[in-house]
């Protein structure tokens, strides 16, 4: 039973681990310098609806991008617990007379 919980866990972990990596690289490379581009021409024409609306767009991505690493984090998170989980079970089973089974 540790076995799969383990391979579980793995799983989950390198699957959160590249949606983290992906998502913080995709926020640090491309929508940060977008960002400050928006951020910039809105605070120079702060009544222009066009400059607004490009800095709404801008800020929407870069919330999605911060989310989607969060939301990556939770899931590596949640793989390194069905590793302890696999961890704990595996020590029981050793301590249970008559060994693993």
């Known amino acids: 039973m540790y076995r799969h919980a383990r391979t579980i866990g793995i799983v989950l972990a390198g699957i959160g681990v590249a949606i983290l990596i ?4 995709v926020a640090l490379w491309s929508n940060v310098p977008d ?3 928006a951020l910039l021409l809105y605070e120079r024409n702060s009544g222009n609806s066009m400059y607004q609306l490009q800095f709404f767009v801008a800020t929407s991505e870069l919330v999605f991008v911060i989310g989607g690493a ?3 984090a939770l899931v590596a998170l949640n793989g390194v617990s069905w590793i302890a989980l696999a ?7 050793q301590d249970r007379p008559g060994g693993m089974r």
């Not at 961890?87 to 089973?93: G, Q």
């Open 22 to 25: 992906s998502f913080a690289a």
């Open 35 to 37: 960002f400050r581009k």
């Open 70 to 72: 969060i939301v990556g």
């Open 87 to 93: 961890a704990a079970v595996s020590a029981l089973e």
